[in-house]
């Protein structure tokens, strides 16, 4: 394992080891998330993880509409069963690791509502 699949490790850790109640939730202004770069989940409560993603601005991601917010609905979850998890990055981060951590993270737990899964060399 390289340092950059163990920094994907830790921070999926970090983001699926957040209580489900302490995750922001979703609403119309999603002002429970930070306006700062960093990767983020899209989790239900009994169905765990259904979408991973990194963003150089959470809160305006989800503003501008997020496709696991409509497929959500449309697979007919209640909102309230439906909230973000989120591990701050440095914009640093962010442009120079972000791609690749990502599809590791995507690659490793293939969540349903991320549309397609790198592959890995």
Not at 93 to 102: F, N, P, S, Y
Request: hydrophobic fraction near 35%.
């Amino acid at each position: 394992m390289n340092e950059l699949e163990a920094q994907a490790r830790e921070m999926l850790q970090a983001l699926l080891s957040v209580p489900f109640e302490s995750c922001a939730s979703i609403t119309r202004k999603f002002y429970g998330l930070p306006i700062t770069p960093g990767l983020y989940a899209v989790r239900h409560r009994e169905h765990g993880l259904l979408y991973l993603g990194k963003t150089k601005k959470l809160r305006d991601r989800f503003r501008g509409g997020h496709k696991a917010c409509t497929w959500s609905w449309l697979d007919d979850h209640d909102h309230r069963n439906i909230a973000v998890s989120f591990v701050p990055l440095t914009m640093m981060d962010v442009l120079k690791l972000g791609d690749e951590l990502e599809g590791i993270l995507i690659h490793a737990t293939q969540p349903p509502y991320n549309a397609r899964y790198p592959s890995r060399d």
